[in-house]
């Protein structure tokens, strides 16, 4: 095992704890002193339920597990302090308004008479009381590159060439992916079935099945193939649907599905006219709640009611939270994007959350120009870097606020990749887009615990994680200090955070190691603790 180098701090928070003005800040600097102290050691117990359900706010130095020190923040900084109500836009697939643990956090538009049919507020949208549904009465959309050869006209034809190339490629790819997958369920099944007559029950763990001793060839072949599948952090049932929806994904693509059906028409809008505003409706957990598991889960790790002793616990503890339904099953579309951007900063978000992304954007100008409305509007977004163990770098991954990935075109959107709970040379997400000069900070991204459809709560990851906890973390700052500028609260989240100088895995790959330093443009994570602390500093 390998030992761990000192984690340091970033030089303001030095800075900090050196200068007379720290009794000021906190109510204890013996606290402060412990974010300094050396770290050469790693959690090597694996967590315990509570600890996993809750990591990323727990503290890198008294937990040994590199969360954002949420709580702590909470019982040091923000004790008897009040913040301001700040509205957090949900940019994503709809959210789950009737949840147990949100439904006291959803916002509500004052200006508008509900079920009136009458657009109150004279914005453009009739009855939207909890905010807009773009995508209407669909749950599934072409992917870009898939709209992209259908109509060659929306792009040049170099973009046109790399589309079909990509079709091409998974075309290819699917030949072999129907193969394996269809092997693999064969396998999930079997083995399954095996081992739920061994332990005489539905449901087992990774330990149960690691602790078998047998000498039955079928019992011995089962829990080596189950502990492969257990190994990707899924319940057995959950990996079974989504095995089984790629394999349908395989075969829509074999059979040219994927470019037959016209999702759009249903909505009724032109997509490719960004002046055609009048659609969509109101219902902002759509046709099917079982397709906006995506965005209930990022909504809750924003804002899910604290300490209330039901599921997991939010980042922020005075939020709002406003629903823009914009996120299919395939991609985004740009105007819907851009219109949604442009609907939460007209109606008071001061954070929006952006877990989504693509390789292509045919209408990207129209993104770029609401990035900038909300800019100048001072509203801060906050978006995932992606999942694809890509360097964004030179990988095109959409939206972004860069148009030649080197020079900012605003500076109101914070690039977010991904961390997993191991503390060590593991402690990027295996699956996390990297950047030295694209992704801006990582962030708690693996097994992450918030709400879920119809009053459940489950682990979910990816970088679509991790982005809505930087999102829960800047929402505290607006809270409390909310003179500072959105520009300023971006940098606070980079600058203020704790810094990696050890060597870690990229891409999943043992053989693949570099220092922390290089994977974005901070080398940081990000930190509520210190954060704060500079907010603080800063606004006096």
Known sequence: MNSIKPICLSAFAVLVLA???????????????????????????????????????????????????????????LKNKTGVKVIVGIVDSGVDIEHEDLKSVIWT???????????????GYVDDIHGWNFLGDITKENLEYERIIKNKDLVDEVTYQAAKAVNDKKIADATAGKARTEQMILTLNESDATLVRHFGKSVYT???????????PEIQKSKAAMQQMLSFNMPIADLKVAVQKQLDGFNALLNGDN??????????????????????????????????LHGTHVAGIVAQVRNNDIGGDGIANNVQILTVRAVPDGDEYDKDIALGIRYAVDNGAK??????????????????????????????????????????????NYPNDSDDKV???????????????????????????????????????????ATTPNDTFKYLQGTSMA????????????????????????????DSGVSISTDVVVGGKPADMRSFTTLSKSGKIVNAYNALLMAQKMSK
């Open 351 to 396: 954070v929006i959350n952006g877990s989504f992304g693509k390789s292509f954007s045919p209408h990207k100008q129209w993104v770029y120009d609401a990035i900038k409305y909300a800019e100048k509007n001072d509203v801060l977004i906050v978006h995932a870097a992606g999942n694809s163990a890509e360097d964004i770098d030179s990988y095109d």
């Open 407 to 449: 020079t900012e075109f605003a500076d109101n959107m914070i690039t977010i990749g991904a961390l997993n709970f191991e503390y060590g040379d593991k402690v990027v997400a295996r699956f996390s887009n990297i950047g030295k000069v694209n992704v801006d900070v990582f962030a708690p991204g693996v097994k992450i615990y």
């Open 109 to 123: 538009n004052s200006k508008e008479i509900p079920e009136n049919g009458i657009d109150d507020d004279k914005n």
């Open 467 to 494: 982005s809505p906890n930087v999102a829960g973390v800047a929402a505290v700052i607006r809270s409390y200090y909310p003179k500072l500028s959105a520009s300023q609260v971006k940098h606070i989240l980079m």
């Open 19 to 77: 200068g007379c003005g720290a009794q000021r800040q906190v109510s204890s600097t013996s606290s402060l002193v412990q974010i300094t102290a050396p770290l050469n050691i790693k959690k090597v117990a694996p967590l315990k339920e509570n600890e996993l359900k809750r990591w990323s706010h727990l503290d890198i130095v008294n937990d040994t597990i590199p969360g954002m020190s949420v709580d702590r923040a909470y019982s040091e900084l």
């Open 259 to 292: 470019l037959k059906t016209d999702y759009r028409k249903v909505v009724g809008d032109n997509p490719n006219d960004i002046t055609d505003t009048k659609y969509g409706n109101n219902n902002v957990m759509g046709p099917d709640k079982n397709e906006i």
């Open 206 to 216: 990774m330990d149960e099945v690691k602790a078998i001793v047998s000498q039955e």
